[in-house]
């Protein structure tokens, strides 16, 4: 393939547990891609932190910061300036097992107060009672969900993360890709892919337990060895 197309780099940390690499080259083989193993030496990590602080503009939220910038620092060492991300598919086609679970549960109970409260369920809804004139936690979630009335359950909260949830992982993508001067592009948020995918039932993307339902669909065709039946694994770092 042509240069930048052949290659592939994932993280691996220490903790196996968090560990994908193995599935990654076993995918990427089949497709002739070779994936280069990142990591980052533990006496490294509290300069930078430091570092990515600055960067970020803002403490880190998550530690996977941290892998996403390995993956770009790696990668920019060996000469690459572009890299793709797989960005918004959990987002676009419900690939977190709370869609179909919440999903069911506002359709029993016609409360749909987890669009808003979905990321913390426990200490938001108990603070909101105390302040019933007040839309308490996420304003911009609040105006979100009132938008996505006339849709299914499912794409209800979709769309609500894609405007939400979504932008964080987008800010680390770029900000991390760009403190190692790298770019970041994310290939399922091609416009047309985002409206086709938008338009989808929501239980064509996930039901009875089942996430990604149609996007795992179109990889059994494609991918060896059961790859595309794994539970999800996010990407992570312990």
């Not at 780099?9 to 193995?22: G, I, K, N, V």
């Not at 930078?48 to 910038?69: C, G, I, K, S, V």
């Not at 913390?120 to 308490?136: E, G, K, Q, T, Y």
């Not at 993508?173 to 403190?179: K, L, T, V, W």
Request: glycine share 10%; net charge negative; aromatic share 10%.
């Amino acid at each position: 393939g042509r240069r930048g197309i052949d290659r592939g780099f994932s993280f691996r940390a220490p903790d196996r547990a968090y560990d994908e690499l193995e599935d990654a080259r076993a995918l990427s083989g089949a497709f002739g891609v070779s994936v280069d193993e990142v990591g980052i030496p533990e006496e490294d990590v509290p300069d930078l932190l430091a570092q990515l602080t600055w960067f970020y503009d803002e403490p880190l939220p998550r530690p996977h910061h941290l892998a996403a910038y390995a993956i770009s620092r790696q990668a920019r060492a060996e000469g690459f300036r572009l890299l793709l991300s797989g960005e918004g598919g959990d987002e676009l086609f419900a690939g977190y097992a709370r869609y179909d679970e919440l999903g069911q549960e506002m359709s029993r109970t016609h409360d749909t107060s987890p669009l808003v409260f979905a990321h913390n369920r426990v200490a938001l809804p108990r603070i909101a009672r105390f302040f019933h004139d007040r839309r308490f936690g996420n304003a911009y979630r609040f105006w979100c969900a009132e938008r996505t009335h006339g849709l299914d359950l499912v794409n209800r909260q979709l769309l609500v993360d894609q405007w939400t949830f979504l932008q964080h992982f987008l800010q680390r993508s770029d900000r991390m890709g760009m403190a190692a001067g790298v770019e970041i592009r994310v290939p399922l948020l091609d416009l047309e892919l985002v409206k086709y995918a938008n338009g989808l039932p929501g239980a064509e993307k996930t039901s009875n337990g089942e996430t990604k339902k149609c996007l795992r669909a179109v990889a059994r065709q494609t991918f060896p060895g059961g790859l595309a039946d794994k539970p999800k694994q996010g990407f992570d770092m312990p």
